[in-house]
């Protein structure tokens, strides 16, 4: 037995010896270094104000400057907040895209442009109703320049002739009308008297006028030679004013081409070119309609000025007083 115990001491004695507790070791939980560990935050880098134009803030601040954030976690300023400085736009000398001290403000116009494209066209549009007008009845045409500038003795005769033509002079009379309408409405914008009417409403309403007052004009000769059984004769001064119509309805057709399309001095020097022409067609216009009736019938120059002041200057004076105030209540 004791042979047995001691080899069981040599073989198995180290390892009986070796334990020194039976008690289980303490098993320690791993450290959470995320919690541990401390996290150190570097300070933010300052950030220039940012200055914000003026135009794009409400109308009581000049300008809105942002401050810098003092952390990466604070939210962004807003225009609501209390605490937001309205500094001038003239005395900040710093920014992200600028640096100066003295800036100049400019002041831009929006300049709308307007082209005269519909101009363009109508005149283009009288220019091809009058070349029809003179290459389809020449003959007409050239005769009512003869006896308009009475260059020929047969003045009778070429005027019964173009009586007996009233297409052309239906014709004419509305090229007169139209030229007319179209020159009275670019004078009266030259002269700024209907800046804030609209031009072709302009033009209807000269047009339209031309229409009234040559129309009342016929119909008071026509019923005037009626009563005092002058017929003839009221017909040869109508003839007389409705021929230089005509004249004058192609007498204005350049002027209306510069007045249209020119500005500066050549407009200027149109505008008044034209006046003159027409002023000086109807003075020749009463020279002819006082020989003429002269030759019919006994009248003096006294009579027929007393006709040209009720029946020429009064109705005149009269529209342009209408027309004035008419003018001056649409603007």
């Known amino acids: 037995m004791k042979y047995l115990f001691l080899i069981l001491t040599v073989f198995f004695g180290e390892k009986l010896f070796a334990q020194d507790s039976v ?70 000398d710093t920014g992200p895209f600028f640096r100066f001290t003295d800036p100049l403000e400019y002041s831009i116009t929006l300049k709308q442009w307007e082209g005269k494209e519909a101009i363009f066209y109508s ?12 290459n389809g009845f020449y003959r007409y ?17 070429i005027r019964d002739q173009m009586l007996q033509s009233p297409l052309p002079s239906l014709l004419l009379n509305i090229f007169f009308i139209f030229s007319g309408g179209m020159f009275l409405a670019l004078m009266l914008q030259y002269y700024g008297l209907a800046a804030e009417i609209n031009f072709w409403l302009l033009f209807v309403y000269c047009a339209l006028g031309l229409v009234g007052i040559y129309g009342i004009k016929y119909l008071s000769l026509k019923l005037l030679g009626w009563i005092f059984q002058v017929s003839d004769v009221i017909d040869g001064y109508i003839f007389i004013v409705f021929t230089t119509n005509k004249v004058i309805g192609m007498a204005v057709m350049p002027f209306l081409v ?35 009736l002269r030759r019919q019938i ?30 001056g209540e649409t603007s």
């Open 123 to 134: 005149m283009i549009a009288l220019l091809l109703f009058f070349a029809l007008i003179k």
């Open 23 to 92: 008690v289980p070791p303490v098993i320690t939980p791993p450290v959470d270094t995320a919690v541990a560990t401390p996290v150190i935050r570097k300070p933010p880098k300052p950030r220039k104000p940012v200055v914000v134009p003026q135009d794009t803030v409400a109308a009581t601040a000049d300008t809105l400057t942002l401050q810098p954030e003092p952390d990466h976690t604070t939210r962004p300023l807003l225009l609501s907040d209390t605490n937001i400085v309205f500094p001038s736009w003239k005395n900040a």
């Open 298 to 327: 006994s009248i003096s120059f006294f009579h027929f000025f007393l006709y040209l002041c009720a029946f020429e200057v009064i109705p005149l004076l009269l529209i342009n007083k209408l027309l004035f105030r008419f003018l």
């Open 258 to 292: 510069m007045l249209a399309f020119t500005y500066g001095l050549i407009n200027v020097i149109a505008m008044n070119l034209s006046i003159m022409v027409v002023i000086a067609l109807y003075a020749y216009r009463f020279f002819l309609s006082y020989v003429s």
């Open 141 to 157: 045409v050239q005769d009512l320049f003869r006896i308009f500038l009475r260059t020929t003795v047969k003045q009778r005769q």
